[in-house]
């Protein structure tokens, strides 16, 4: 009876995940989008893992009150929680509808992160870190090909980018090579957000940057 107990027990640890994780996903409509096979949703069976999605088209980073209430504002999705792992997008409608991807679209990125890691993102995260949790931001595709209405927007998104990848204790999650601009079945009709393959690349990319993370 104890050595059929000891193995069922083994059984368990054997077919148990490695360790069990508190996942939150924030951000705007590329990590919303596609519904139960959103990116969230798709990581979550990649994982094995539950992932608690918070995430919600058309939000930003910093807004006023009332979209602030509403769940527009990226920081406050996540609010004063504190879990093991945090999976993001966030600042490409801050750069986009903020500035139409036009002038003003740098000092945009700017506020954002400013070269030595500060401004409103920058300082978000900084507070998240400090606090314990692994960041882990999913950066932003590249249009299609023909372009999308971001277009405009790239110079100052990629260099967004490269401000993220070097604050301590955030993991960029570039997707520029898994999603290639020629394969028009990785984008939404609006070629702007993923299709439901698309998302699926983007959370196996994730999945295997969280899995790769000491």
Request: glycine share 12%; hydrophobic share 45%; charged share 20%.
């Amino acid at each position: 009876m104890i050595l059929r107990f000891a193995a069922l027990a083994l059984s368990v640890l054997l077919t148990a995940p490695v360790q069990a994780q508190d996942i939150i996903a924030i951000g705007d409509s590329i990590m919303d989008w596609n519904g139960a096979q959103s990116v969230p949703a798709q990581l979550s069976r990649e994982l094995g893992l539950p992932v608690d999605d918070r995430s919600l088209a058309g939000a930003r980073i910093s807004t006023g009150f009332w979209d602030r209430m509403a769940g527009l504002d990226i920081r406050a999705q996540l609010g004063g929680d504190r879990p093991d792992i945090l999976v993001m997008t966030g600042g490409g409608n801050d750069i986009g509808t903020g500035c139409g991807c036009r002038a003003g679209c740098a000092e945009a990125a700017e506020a954002l992160v400013t070269e030595d890691g500060q401004g409103t993102l920058g300082d978000f995260l900084g507070d998240v870190v400090a606090d314990g949790t692994q960041v882990f931001v999913l950066g932003y595709a590249d249009p299609p090909v023909g372009g999308n209405a971001f277009s405009g927007c790239i110079p100052h998104l990629r260099a967004l980018a490269e401000r993220l990848d070097g604050l301590s204790g955030v993991t960029l999650v570039p997707v520029r090579r898994a999603i290639d601009p020629a394969d028009l079945s990785l984008y939404d009709a609006d070629r702007v957000h993923p299709s439901v393959k698309g998302s699926a690349v983007m959370a196996r990319v994730l999945a295997d940057a969280i899995a790769a993370a000491p």
